[in-house]
């Protein structure tokens, strides 16, 4: 499988006349785990979809895993599984069937969902429709396809958020799992404290800006945040 590395470069991205993303540049090695903080409004959701490809920056590059993230931003996608606020199922679908859909779009037809389903907490209701379930049981359904897709970059845009304590565990377990697999996460959290047991490397976003980037000590969140 691919290591995922990301270069972003003098990034820009405006939404009218407000900047979104003002020339934020880092690197990313492969196999990291790096936690993107700052207050609401920051930019961490543009940032993650400009990743994604999802939309495209007004100035600057991207690369991931050795492409060009405009240029190629099919293969970027390949390699790439989001977490984002909206969660994109089928509520006329059961649980099962919203697995099953990604399932057949990545040629896995036959893979058994229900060990996956186990995992979210989600089996005993893997045959209801998600147009009955709650927020947190929408985004636990959500972990599940991305663990199904098996990417090697991986963005969790306030992946606690709707969740109980116990989904709280359930999210340290899946990135824990994703960084034995190799796979290179970014994940935006106000979590700061649980963000900073799981992750090596933070960002800082301030009003577009990237105003921090330093490595998590080993104990308790980051303290020293590096000028970028």
């Not at 940032?47 to 495209?56: D, E, G, N, P, Y």
């Not at 057949?104 to 036959?110: I, V």
């Not at 304590?165 to 999210?171: A, C």
């Amino acid at each position: 499988m691919r290591d995922v590395s990301i270069d972003v470069e003098r990034v820009a991205r405006r939404y009218g006349r407000r900047w979104a993303l003002a020339e934020v540049s880092f690197h990313v090695d492969a196999g990291t785990a790096v936690m993107v903080s700052g207050r609401n409004g920051a930019g961490k959701s543009t940032l993650f979809r400009v990743l994604a490809t999802a939309i495209r920056p007004d100035r600057g590059t991207v690369t991931i895993g050795g492409f060009d993230a405009v240029r190629h931003r099919h293969d970027v996608r390949k390699l790439t599984a989001m977490l984002a606020h909206a969660n994109y199922l089928y509520e006329s679908l059961t649980a099962k069937e919203n697995l099953q859909v990604v399932a057949e779009h990545l040629g896995k037809r036959d893979f058994d969902l229900r060990p996956l389903l186990e995992q979210v907490g989600l089996a005993a209701r893997a045959n209801d429709a998600v147009s009955t379930f709650s927020a947190g049981m929408r985004k636990r359904l959500s972990f599940a396809r991305v663990l199904l897709q098996e990417p090697r970059l991986v963005l969790l845009d306030e992946p606690y958020g709707a969740l109980d304590p116990p989904g709280f565990d359930l999210v340290d377990e899946v990135i824990g799992q994703l960084k034995k697999s190799g796979a290179t996460i970014l994940m935006a959290t106000h979590q700061l404290e649980r963000g900073a047991r799981l992750c090596d490397r933070a960002l800082v976003l301030d009003q577009g800006r990237l105003v921090g980037n330093a490595a998590v000590p080993a104990a308790g969140p980051p303290l020293r945040e590096e000028p970028c």
